[in-house]
């Protein structure tokens, strides 16, 4: 089987490539990406030699270039990863948002009609729910919700989950679709939250936490999210949507207080800023479908992913240190200058 990953060199579907390279010793996979600010080949060190692996720089929006991989390369399976995916980004500048995410979108469905897929997964995200209230706990992110997004990310991120369903009845593409929750884990760009806050304590900078704190988000171990992704690939029903969450809803404010003390560094460092525009207030997934269906339950408890997360980064120095003292720096004082 030869499965193309797009968006391989960025955190999600790097971790799936190592992920799927072992799981299955007889796949070949694709990566293509365009290597954006996002994007990361010495992410990708450890496989680039393999030669059940390919790396191919280009841009999904690329029509030629994408069509002439799928002519090359006969893909068994795709999987779709590669997107715009930071909403402080979007808020910034949403015009990428629609190109990456929904018109890139279309242009990697059309080559697998054109070219013909055994099945073209979706990697789509709880956002397009929009929130849920912090004072109804009872209340979950189901996949027969209608979309409602927040943010200009969230909203590209659901026309394309639109598009995808439109392919499978109009075209009968073999599509499955997941909506997942927040992920944390290796090679997260620092840009995220936990990321972001593990190299400002190492620095002891300010850890700059939006508005009060209290918003809350499902946190998912990226392996986790990769082993569901797998499922969904080889045992989900075509045209379906699966949920992928873990039930362990977290503050803001309650991470950022865990990463100092995993760190050893004062509360002190902690600084409320201005709040994210439109900042939905919590995500919770509801994992029973998925559970159900293909029998995916998380397995990593947050206590023991967070500290292995925290192990990595500091183990890992080199690779974000590189990230932080580059371009980042003006992203950050840009976002975080006068906040
Ligand atoms: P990321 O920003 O770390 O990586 C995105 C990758 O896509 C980068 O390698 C980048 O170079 C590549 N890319 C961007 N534009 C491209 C283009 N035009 N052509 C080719 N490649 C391009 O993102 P991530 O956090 O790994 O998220 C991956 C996917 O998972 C996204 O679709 C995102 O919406 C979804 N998702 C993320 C989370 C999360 O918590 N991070 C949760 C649920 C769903
Ligand atoms: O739910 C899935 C989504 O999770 C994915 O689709 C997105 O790609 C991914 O970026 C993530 O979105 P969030 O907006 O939830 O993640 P982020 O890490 O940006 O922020 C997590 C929370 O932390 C959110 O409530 C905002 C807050 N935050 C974030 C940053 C960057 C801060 O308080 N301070 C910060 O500096």
Request: aromatic share 12%.
């Amino acid at each position: 089987m030869t499965v193309l990953v797009t968006g391989g060199a960025g955190f999600i579907g790097s971790n799936f490539i190592f992920y799927m390279l072992k799981a299955h010793p007889d796949y070949r996979i694709v990566c293509y990406d365009a290597l954006t600010y996002a994007g990361n080949l010495s992410t990708l060190s450890s496989v680039l030699d393999n030669p059940r692996f390919r790396f191919v720089k280009g841009d999904i929006c690329d029509r030629e270039a994408v069509y002439k991989l799928f002519e090359e390369e006969k893909f068994d399976y795709v999987v779709h990863f590669a997107a715009e995916s930071h909403v402080d980004r979007s808020i910034e500048d949403p015009g990428i948002f629609v190109k990456t995410n929904v018109l890139g979108t279309q242009v990697l469905l059309d080559a697998a009609v054109k070219y013909g897929v055994k099945r073209f997964h979706h990697v789509s995200t709880d956002e397009v729910y929009g929130d849920l209230p912090l004072d109804r706990p009872d209340m979950f992110f189901v996949e027969t919700l209608p979309l409602k997004a927040s943010s200009p990310y969230s909203a590209s991120k659901a026309s394309s989950d639109l598009l995808v369903m439109a392919y499978c009845r109009t075209f009968g593409l073999d599509a499955t679709l997941s909506r997942c929750s927040n992920n944390y884990g290796p090679y997260q760009f620092p840009e995220k939250m936990i990321p972001l806050m593990i190299a400002n304590a190492t620095a002891d900078k300010p850890l700059p936490v939006y508005g009060e704190g209290i918003n809350v988000r499902d946190w998912l171990y990226v392996e986790d999210h990769c082993k569901a992704i797998d499922l969904i690939l080889h045992n989900g029903r075509p045209g379906e949507v699966y949920n992928i969450g873990g039930h362990n809803e977290m503050r803001n404010i309650d991470i950022v207080k865990l990463i100092l003390k995993e760190l050893g560094k004062p509360e002190s460092l902690i600084t409320f800023v201005k709040d994210r525009k439109g900042h939905d207030m919590r995500y919770a997934i509801d994992p029973t479908k998925i559970h159900n269906e293909i029998g995916w339950l998380p397995e990593t408890k947050f206590a023991d992913g967070i500290k292995e997360t925290i192990r990595w980064y500091l183990n890992n120095r080199d690779w974000w240190e590189e990230i932080v003292n580059g371009e980042y720096k003006n992203y950050y004082q840009k976002m975080y200058g006068n906040r």
